[in-house]
C-alpha cells in the first residue's frame, strides 16, 4: 500500500466525509494538501468508509428535522432562554458599573490630592495675608468721626453644630442655623433702623440741653450698637486650638463649582470627628460645604 491509497484516521475520515456530504469536498482536500483524486482514492481505500458516510447522512437527516414539544417543553425552553439572556446583560451592565466606578476612583483620588494641595497652599496665602493685615495700622474712625460699622460676615469659628452621626442630617442643621442666624440679623437691622427713627424724633430735647433719666435719676447713655448676639454654643473637647483656627480658614477648594453669599461658618463633630462647616445662600438654595480640619473637602450637599 502506498502512501497515495493509505486509508485516513477515523478523525480525518469523519472530517472529509462531512465535507462531502456538504459539497465542499474540494476544499477540504486542499485543506489536506492532496488533490481531489488522491483524496476520492484514499475514501474508497478506507475500510467501512462507506458505511460511515451512510451514518453521517442519516444523522444530518434526522437532525434537519426539528422534534415536536409539547406546550410545556416549549414554555420552560423560552423561559430558560429568556433568563440566560437577563443574566447575560445583567452581567454586562454590573461590568460596565465596576469598570466606571473604577475611573471614578480614579478621577476622585487625583481630586482629592488636587484639593490637599490646593487648601495648602490657600492657608499658606491666607497666613502670609493675616500678618500683613496685623501689622499695618487699625483705624476704627471714619472722616466724620463716628465709629466705621463693621462689615456683614458669616458667623465666626465659635459656633458650634453639635455632633452627628449621618452627614446629612448635619447638613440640614447647618441649613437651619444660617436662616436662623439670617433672621437674626434682619430683626437686628429693623430694630437699629426703629431706634434711629425714634432718636431723629427726639433731637431737639438735645438742643434744649435736657438729658434722658432712668429711673434712678442717672443720665444714660444710648449707643446704637445693635441687638446683642445670639448665645455661642462652645465647641466640644475634641477641637484644638488649630482646629478653631481652621473653622475661619477654610473656604471653598479651587475645583468645586459653589456659588452664593457665605452665611454660615461652623465646627460640629461627624461620626466621632471634628469638622469645619460653611453654608452659601443664592437665589433660595443653600450649599452646605464640610471639610476636615485640614480643610480637606469631606462633603458637598444643596438644599432648597
Known amino acids: 500500500?502506498?502512501?497515495?491509497?493509505?486509508?485516513?484516521?477515523?478523525?480525518?475520515?469523519?472530517?472529509?466525509?462531512?465535507?462531502?456530504?456538504?459539497?465542499?469536498?474540494?476544499?477540504?482536500?486542499?485543506?489536506?494538501?492532496?488533490?481531489?483524486?488522491?483524496?476520492?482514492a484514499r475514501l474508497r481505500a478506507t475500510a467501512g468508509g462507506a458505511e460511515r458516510r451512510a451514518a453521517l447522512a442519516a444523522a444530518r437527516d434526522r437532525l434537519a428535522q426539528s422534534p415536536e414539544l409539547d406546550e410545556l417543553l416549549d414554555a420552560r425552553l423560552r423561559a430558560k432562554a429568556v433568563r440566560a439572556a437577563e443574566d447575560e446583560i445583567a452581567a454586562r451592565a454590573s461590568e460596565r458599573r465596576e469598570r466606571r466606578r473604577h475611573v471614578l476612583q480614579a478621577v476622585s483620588g487625583i481630586a482629592a490630592a488636587a484639593v490637599v494641595v490646593i487648601s495648602v497652599s490657600a492657608a499658606l496665602r491666607h497666613d502670609s495675608a493675616s500678618s500683613k493685615a496685623s501689622s499695618a495700622p487699625a483705624r476704627s474712625v471714619e472722616s466724620g468721626g463716628s465709629p466705621r460699622s463693621?462689615?456683614?460676615?458669616?458667623?465666626?469659628?465659635?459656633?458650634?453644630?453639635?455632633?452627628?452621626?449621618?452627614v446629612h442630617a448635619l447638613g440640614a442643621a447647618a441649613v437651619h442655623k444660617s436662616r436662623a442666624d439670617q433672621a437674626t440679623k434682619g430683626s437686628a437691622a429693623r430694630s437699629a433702623a426703629?431706634?434711629?427713627?425714634?432718636?431723629?424724633?427726639?433731637?431737639?430735647?438735645?438742643?434744649?440741653?435736657?438729658?434722658?433719666?432712668?429711673?434712678?435719676?442717672?443720665?444714660?447713655?444710648?449707643?446704637?450698637?445693635?441687638?446683642?448676639?445670639?448665645?455661642?454654643?462652645?465647641?466640644?473637647?475634641?477641637?484644638?486650638?488649630?482646629?478653631?483656627?481652621?473653622?475661619?480658614?477654610?473656604?471653598?477648594p479651587r475645583n468645586v463649582p459653589i456659588r452664593g453669599t457665605l452665611v454660615l461658618r461652623a465646627a460640629a463633630v461627624l461620626s466621632g470627628r471634628p469638622v469645619v462647616v460653611l453654608v452659601f445662600a443664592e437665589d433660595g438654595y443653600h450649599t452646605v460645604l464640610i471639610e476636615s480640619p485640614d480643610c480637606t473637602l469631606r462633603n458637598l450637599q444643596q438644599f432648597r
Not at 477515523?10 to 488522491?38: H, N
Not at 442717672?218 to 466640644?236: F, K
Open 1 to 40: 500500500m502506498t502512501h497515495d491509497d493509505a486509508p485516513f484516521e477515523p478523525d480525518d475520515l469523519d472530517e472529509l466525509l462531512s465535507a462531502d456530504l456538504d459539497g465542499e469536498l474540494e476544499a477540504a482536500a486542499r485543506d489536506f494538501g492532496l488533490s481531489i483524486e488522491e483524496v476520492t
Open 150 to 166: 463693621a462689615p456683614t460676615q458669616a458667623t465666626t469659628n465659635q459656633r458650634g453644630l453639635g455632633s452627628f452621626s449621618d
Open 194 to 252: 426703629t431706634q434711629s427713627s425714634t432718636g431723629a424724633l427726639t433731637a431737639p430735647n438735645a438742643a434744649t440741653g435736657t438729658t434722658a433719666q432712668d429711673s434712678s435719676g442717672a443720665g444714660t447713655n444710648h449707643p446704637s450698637s445693635g441687638t446683642a448676639t445670639p448665645p455661642v454654643t462652645p465647641l466640644g473637647s475634641s477641637f484644638s486650638g488649630a482646629q478653631h483656627d481652621a473653622v475661619a480658614k477654610c473656604g471653598i
